[in-house]
């Protein structure tokens, strides 16, 4: 097993990484839950397909609860769902002291995280995340919350897992496009902060399409280290954490002005690397191989290279709307010099942008 430690003070925790690993994973996880109420927070899907196995696990070591098993997806991330969990560990009388699992993609870490955080001031949890994002990414660095109709994560509270578990052997269900928009966060980390391993993916394709399974272990605990860094330095998003929305602010807009349904956040990422690529052409910071690298990468693992027919004009609106803006700036991410290597704009020319915009449209 693969262990990876997020260095937070007091509050830091290990990533531990394997295949096959739910069966074993009672010792892991009874160090955190003994003799203590545990509970499962799941999505109706995740439900049907792990949450028996782990529910045999916690029942090995700790005073297994209950669950709760809201719908899945996006739209189902809100206040009301939060509202009927915690309805739902009053009824299986969780107190201070007891663990939630949260057992599912990046929806259900956000979920079961704001449950924790705020349930009586705050309890344990432990992330099980079942989508490569979540792997990745949302399972990672403690940030949970739930979206408003006004606008996407609005309400949400810093609160840090006790551990996360990944078995990599749950992507086999996991369908193809959701893997994609797990494949686009991946490239993310080679792009701002390790050439090396953009060049392990570069060169690994046929192993990633293939599933095998040590190309993905080394890949999302490859992820993982690089994001624990990043959190660990800057836990709270004051500075340099906000590398990693390196290709979202594009990204986001690209799902706004396509209201959420034509293009998953992954997909609208690869267009926004792209983009926030041709700004760092256009600005000089880069020459065009790094975007011509990057665009090859995304080919390869079959990721859209273009968000068609959208109007540029709307998505510079949306940009300005971003909660991420400051003083009526927009940061942005753009690579620098070279692969692995990022930089900070505060503000840009919104003719630049424009032009940027359009190359991926
Ligand atoms: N907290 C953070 O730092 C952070 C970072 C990135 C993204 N996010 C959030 O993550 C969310 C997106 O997460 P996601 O892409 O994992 O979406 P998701 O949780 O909706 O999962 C995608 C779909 O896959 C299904 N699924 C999950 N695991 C499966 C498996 N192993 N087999 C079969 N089906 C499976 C789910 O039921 C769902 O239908 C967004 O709400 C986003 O805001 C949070
Ligand atoms: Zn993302």
Not at 34 to 39: A, L, N
């Amino acid at each position: 097993m693969k262990k990876i430690r997020v260095n937070l003070g007091k509050r830091s925790y290990d990533i531990n990484i394997a295949s096959g690993m739910f069966e074993g994973l009672t010792e892991e996880v009874s160090k955190i839950t003994d003799k203590k109420k545990t509970f499962i927070i799941t999505d109706s899907n995740v439900n049907k397909l792990y949450s028996n196995t782990i529910e045999e696990v916690l029942r090995k070591k700790s005073v297994y609860a209950g669950k709760y098993a809201f719908h899945a997806g996006e739209k189902h991330k809100n206040l009301a769902t939060i509202e009927a969990g915690y309805h739902a560990i009053v009824k299986s009388e969780l107190d201070r002291g007891s663990v939630i699992a949260a057992l599912g993609g990046g929806v259900c870490g956000d979920l079961a995280g704001f449950i924790a955080a705020t349930y009586m001031r705050g309890i344990k949890f432990v992330q099980i995340p079942t989508t490569l994002l979540a792997m990745v990414d949302s399972s990672v660095g403690g940030k949970t919350g739930v979206d408003l109709n006004e606008g996407k994560n609005l309400i949400g509270a810093f609160w840090q897992p006790a551990a996360v578990f990944v078995d990599t052997k749950v992507l086999e269900t996991l369908p193809g496009r959701e893997l994609l928009c797990g494949f686009a966060e991946v490239v993310k980390y080679g792009m701002i902060s390790d050439e090396k391993f953009f060049e392990y993916l570069e060169n690994n394709i046929d192993g990633i399409k293939q599933k095998k399974c040590e190309v993905y272990e080394y890949i999302i605990g490859k992820c993982c280290s690089i994001k624990a860094d990043i959190v660990s330095q800057d836990e709270r998003e004051n500075s340099s954490r906000a590398i990693l929305n390196f290709g979202h602010t594009f990204g986001h807009a690209i799902e706004t002005v396509s209201s959420y349904s034509k293009y998953r956040h992954g997909e609208a990422v690869a267009i926004g690397m792209l983009m926030a690529c041709e700004l760092g052409v256009i600005l000089g910071s880069i020459d065009s191989t790094v975007k011509r690298r990057l665009q090859k990468l995304l080919q390869s693992l079959s990721l859209q290279e273009k968000a068609e027919g959208l109007n540029p004009k709307s998505i510079l609106d949306a940009m300005s709307r971003d909660k991420k803006v400051k003083n009526g700036k927009i940061n942005f991410i753009i690579p620098d010099t070279k692969i692995g290597q990022v930089k900070i704009l505060n503000g840009v020319d919104n003719n630049l942008l424009l032009r940027a915009i359009e190359t991926q449209l």
